[in-house]
């Protein structure tokens, strides 16, 4: 009976961390998808050529606009659930890496909710600036931290010291840099959180639906 209380206690714990990594990593993938949709949206829009009637080509265009926009506000939206003393414990998350992305792309979300990002080339390049940032911050803590050095290496004795160290930047294997990252980048994601939360009801958006 025992032996089967602790089996469940570790399936239950592995399906945690599997849910955390999961999440971590389509989190990743829909910050990349999004970026790309804005970075690339002259091409994609331009492929409306393609299509024959003009419905086609205004639905095209209408969910390319909500694919790009739901990818970062999803992406940002996940990686605040994720960002926990608890989790970090249990996975390997990138530090101070990710934190640091996370509040960049909440910056440039927050840009982008406070005005049209075609009529404003200061706001486009705030945004763009940003969005850059969060991209480079996230990818190379999932590259170079996140999955590092991997056992095989080390155990080869071809692991150098600067993979090492990186290694060492893994929220499970430091405690002190975790807790420090979450100290310092949480209460930033509550005011940025709370600023896009302001700046989303003064939007045009919210205005027309409340005089709907």
Same mark, same amino acid.
């Given at each position: 009976?025992?032996?089967?209380?602790?089996?469940?206690?570790? !399936?239950?714990?592995?399906?945690?961390?599997?849910?955390?990594?999961?999440?971590?990593?389509? %989190?990743?993938?829909?910050?990349?998808?999004?970026?790309?949709?804005?970075?690339?949206?002259?091409?994609?829009?331009?492929?409306?050529?393609?299509?024959?009637?003009?419905?086609?080509?205004?639905?095209?265009?209408?969910?390319?606009?909500?694919?790009?926009?739901?990818?970062?506000?999803?992406?940002?939206?996940?990686?605040?659930?994720?960002?926990?003393?608890?989790?970090?414990?249990? !996975?390997?998350?990138?530090?101070?890496?990710?934190?640091?992305? !996370?509040?960049?792309?909440?910056?440039?979300?927050?840009?982008?909710?406070?005005?049209?990002?075609?009529?404003?080339?200061?706001?486009?390049?705030?945004?763009?600036?940003?969005?850059?940032? %969060?991209?480079?911050?996230?990818?190379?803590?999932?590259?170079?931290?996140?999955?590092?050095?991997?056992?095989?290496?080390?155990?080869?004795?071809?692991?150098?010291?600067?993979?090492?160290?990186?290694?060492?930047?893994?929220?499970?294997?430091?405690?002190?840099?975790?807790?420090?990252?979450? !100290?310092?980048?949480?209460?930033?994601?509550?005011?940025?959180?709370?600023?896009?939360?302001?700046?989303?009801?003064?939007?045009?958006?919210?205005?027309?639906?409340?005089?709907?």
């Amino acid at each position: 009976m025992e032996e089967q209380a602790i089996l469940t206690s570790q !399936v239950a714990k592995s399906l945690e961390i599997w849910t955390i990594v999961s999440s971590y990593n389509i %989190a990743l993938v829909l910050l990349l998808l999004g970026a790309l949709l804005h970075f690339a949206r002259g091409f994609f829009l331009d492929s409306r050529r393609y299509f024959k009637f003009n419905v086609s080509r205004d639905n095209w265009g209408i969910m390319l606009n909500l694919l790009k926009d739901f990818s970062l506000f999803g992406s940002f939206g996940i990686s605040m659930l994720l960002i926990n003393p608890d989790m970090f414990a249990d !996975v390997k998350f990138p530090m101070p890496f990710f934190p640091l992305g !996370v509040i960049f792309l909440g910056i440039a979300l927050i840009y982008k909710i406070r005005g049209d990002l075609t009529q404003s080339r200061r706001t486009q390049r705030l945004f763009g600036l940003f969005l850059i940032l %969060a991209i480079s911050l996230q990818y190379f803590g999932f590259v170079f931290v996140m999955e590092a050095a991997p056992e095989e290496w080390i155990k080869a004795g071809v692991a150098g010291d600067f993979w090492l160290w990186l290694r060492s930047l893994r929220s499970n294997l430091n405690p002190v840099l975790s807790m420090w990252s979450f !100290v310092l980048s949480f209460p930033a994601l509550i005011i940025i959180s709370a600023i896009m939360i302001y700046q989303g009801m003064r939007a045009k958006f919210f205005k027309q639906l409340q005089q709907v």
